[in-house]
């Protein structure tokens, strides 16, 4: 069964702080990663998309990495700010289809604190 | 360039009524997706349109959940009836095929 586990579940960090969120997948065949963003009340926002090849992306303060051999990525944070408190999402999808076949994670929601 | 538009933005109803939700998707998006998000938990696609033809509705609740794109544009999901269990954000999502899922803000439904 695809499945999609991210940890923690919630992470409290002081404003300026560095964090990184886990994301441990058994999807198969793999596609492709993505990293969401998600803020309370809006719909998630796509940050990074990383394929089989890539083992790390970047955008802006935010850095993911892949493991495709361990199906291991997590997302860095780096220097938080405030605006960065919402769900992160982690979502695979297999090969050669679109986000209707992917599997989604249950996020882990980030609060960060002045 | 205009994001996913979805109405209503909040609805409370009871048990046992319907609801709709309307969403138009970015122009020129062929496909797309209806998702329910439950509180702490991450989308679970309903399903998933191309054009006005129906890809994958495996996981929609076809005894009482209906989806219709009549006219390969925008779309409407019902709940008839409603159970307390249906209360979620429901999300719709659009995309040319094979690329990117752009959400938008979804609707977030309580049933009392």
């Known amino acids: 069964k695809n499945q999609v586990e991210q940890s923690p579940q919630s992470l409290i960090i002081l404003e300026g702080k560095n964090c990184t969120l886990q994301c441990n997948y058994t999807v198969s065949p793999f596609s492709n990663l993505r990293w969401y963003k998600q803020d309370t009340g809006r719909g998630p926002v796509s940050l990074t998309i990383?394929?089989?090849?890539?083992n790390t992306k970047s955008n802006g303060r935010y850095t993911a990495t892949l493991d495709a051999d361990t199906k291991q990525s997590s997302l860095h944070i780096t220097a938080s700010q405030l605006s960065d408190s919402a769900s992160y999402i982690c979502?695979?999808?297999?090969?050669?289809?679109?986000?209707?076949?992917?599997?989604f994670g249950d996020g882990t929601t980030l609060t960060v604190k002045p | 360039e205009a994001g996913v538009a979805q109405s209503p933005r909040y609805k409370i109803i009871e048990k046992r009524q319907s609801v709709a939700f309307w969403c138009n998707p970015i122009?020129?998006?062929?496909?797309l997706y209806w998702y329910q998000q439950i509180l702490g938990q991450g989308p679970k696609l309903l399903i998933q349109f191309q054009n006005n033809g129906v890809v994958d509705d495996s996981q929609l609740p076809k005894d009482r959940f209906s989806a219709e794109r009549l006219k390969g544009v925008d779309s409407t999901l019902k709940i008839q009836p409603a159970k307390l269990e249906d209360s979620a954000v429901y999300l719709c999502a659009s995309s040319l095929e094979s690329s990117e899922a752009f959400f938008g803000q979804g609707t977030r439904l309580t049933v009392v």
């Open positions: 979502v695979v999808s297999i090969y050669n289809t679109n986000a209707g076949k992917s599997t």
């Open positions: 122009s020129g998006h062929a496909t």
């Open positions: 990383m394929t089989f090849s890539e």
